[in-house]
């Protein structure tokens, strides 16, 4: 099964158009996590996709880093946002998440949605926390989401609850072909450990929708 950070940056890139069109809507608990920042906050969203939340970070205020693999996701962003004053604070970077190209202590508050279920060793998943704690100001929030293993909707697609956590889902293209994107499913605790060896303080932890959602905060 391949799972190299080279795969998901070839699968994102391969089903980008398509994946902008089905997802548009922010989540609920990420807005929630933004309408409690302070105005005029410096936010990294990292995995950013094509903006689905960096769009709402901008709107209410916020400068934003948006930061993803995926340059076709970053192209369809950057297209959809540059005629609008209101999404000029959004900064549209290539990068890894385990390789932020910024300085330490450069962020107020960072996002982390539905991405570290993509990396495909348990290092780097450690890494990038641990990269998001780096960027972020002493006191700074980090809010992050992660795919749990007892989603109903896992056990309908694959069968049965998986034995192995980590998985290939198929993500259908228009023309009926379908490209596999993988997966490392969450079991309960496992978010709350990375967090800890990463060096970020995890605050709050709930389930969601089949997600595990922390909010954490670097020490200082």
Sequence with gaps: MGRSKADVRST???IAESYAEARLEPWAEVVDFITDLPAGDLVVDVGCGHGRHSRPLALTGHRVVGVDVSRRLLSIGRKSTKSSNEFRSIAWVGADATALPFPDATFDA?????VLHHLSSRDDRRLALAEMRRVLQPQGKAFISVWSIDDPQIATRLGGRPKNPDVE????LPDGTTVPRP???FR????????IESGLQGETFFRSA???FALARTNG
């Design 110 to 114: 960072a996002l982390s949605v539905a």
């Design 183 to 185: 997966y490392h499913l």
């Design 188 to 195: 309960e605790g496992e978010l709350e450990r990375l967090i």
């Design 169 to 172: 889902l198929p993500w259908r």
């Design 210 to 212: 089949g997600n595990w």
């Design 12 to 14: 994102y890139d391969r």
